[in-house]
């Protein structure tokens, strides 16, 4: 797996994030999960594809032919890399954390995020949380 991994990392574009890999060696599917900073698009995932498809390193590691499939984290996905807390600045999270062994749940707007920790506002009260910390986070999803 190590191997097919190395060979993705060779065709994401800069700023591109390998998230996940899946190889199912009896149907030789290959599932690649990517994400990035800045976000990605229909046109980023049909652009690795190809560029994978036409690899030299997959057509020889896979002489019989191989199904690929490329998609993108999706708004269901937790959070779990500062720049995916980046890129999701101004959005409404809800976090499950641990402080002092007590677990804790917060639903807040987040504000900021860097290397170590986020920053919310939770009903006007700023709560500043280290990754460390965090045991699961995703972005609240509403519609309207």
């Not at 590691?61 to 191989?66: K, M, S, Y």
């Not at 986020?118 to 949380?129: A, E, F, P, Q, T």
Request: aromatic residues 6%.
């Amino acid at each position: 797996m190590d191997q097919l991994a190395d060979i993705v990392q060779q065709y994401l574009k800069p700023g591109m994030v390998l998230v996940d890999l899946q190889h199912n060696r009896q149907t030789d599917l290959i599932k690649v999960t990517i994400d990035g900073e800045e976000p990605l698009n229909i046109g980023d995932t049909e652009a690795l594809a190809r560029s994978l498809r036409l690899s030299n390193e997959l057509v020889h590691q896979f002489p019989h032919g191989f199904q690929l499939e490329v998609s993108t984290s999706g708004i269901y996905s937790p959070l779990i890399e500062p720049y995916q807390f980046r890129k999701n600045r101004g959005r409404i999270l809800i976090v499950e954390y641990v402080d002092n062994k007590i677990q804790k749940h917060v639903f807040g707007k987040l504000i900021d995020a860097n290397d170590q920790e986020i920053s919310l506002d939770v009903d006007g009260i700023r709560s500043i949380i280290s990754y460390d910390k965090i045991k699961k986070a995703k972005v609240e999803i509403s519609f309207g």
